[in-house]
């Protein structure tokens, strides 16, 4: 039997300073790598990795697109956003305000892409920090249902739960492919 390996645009938004080339790099490095000081993002950067699926012996390589959060950024990248496979839009806990932007940036993904519902996650980072928590974790797991994504919290910082949202990208398209093959095949 032939394994599947198959090939991921994963666009990670959200505000600046919220940690999304933090985690991207501590993914990338499997946690061995945590940089203390980040020079911001200016343009669209992009990190691959493989990533397993648990028991079926196949993997899927994310293509992960780190964006620049800061608006005058913005425009230099906006036309690479057009055919996302799947999003990691990320928001600090902290930040009340990194939170409800998180609903413009899904707005702006969707003006962008053809198709209605592009599956992601959600991710509160820096719970490293929650003695200064803004937003609690049921609100943000309210957000993330309304618009169809799973939710994660991480800490970058303490390398915690960091690969949890990546292996949940990785399944949810997985499990999108295998359906679409099923729908393809029942039509022949």
Known sequence: M??????LFCMFIGDSSVGKSALIQLFRSNGSHFLKN?????????????????????????????TPGKAMFYDMTEMLWDQPGVLCVVFDITN??????????????????????????????????????????????????????????TSV??????????????KAFYHMYHERVENFKSLV
């Not at 343009?43 to 992960?64: A, R």
């Not at 910082?157 to 990785?170: G, H, I, V």
């Open 2 to 7: 032939i394994k599947l390996r198959s090939i």
């Open 38 to 66: 980040y020079t911001m993002t200016t343009s669209m950067d992009v990190v691959m990795k493989t990533v397993l699926i648990p028991d079926t012996g196949d993997s899927v390589e994310l293509f992960l697109c780190d």
């Open 96 to 153: 009340e305000i990194s939170f409800s932007n998180c609903i413009k940036w899904l707005q702006k993904v969707k003006t962008k892409t053809s198709t209605p519902h592009v599956p992601g996650v959600l991710v509160g980072n820096k719970t490293d920090l929650s003695a200064c928590r803004t937003v609690t974790k049921t609100e943000a797991q309210e957000l993330a249902m309304k618009h169809g994504l799973e939710y994660f919290e």
């Open 157 to 170: 910082k303490e390398l915690e739960n960091f690969e949890q949202p990546f292996q949940a990208l990785a």
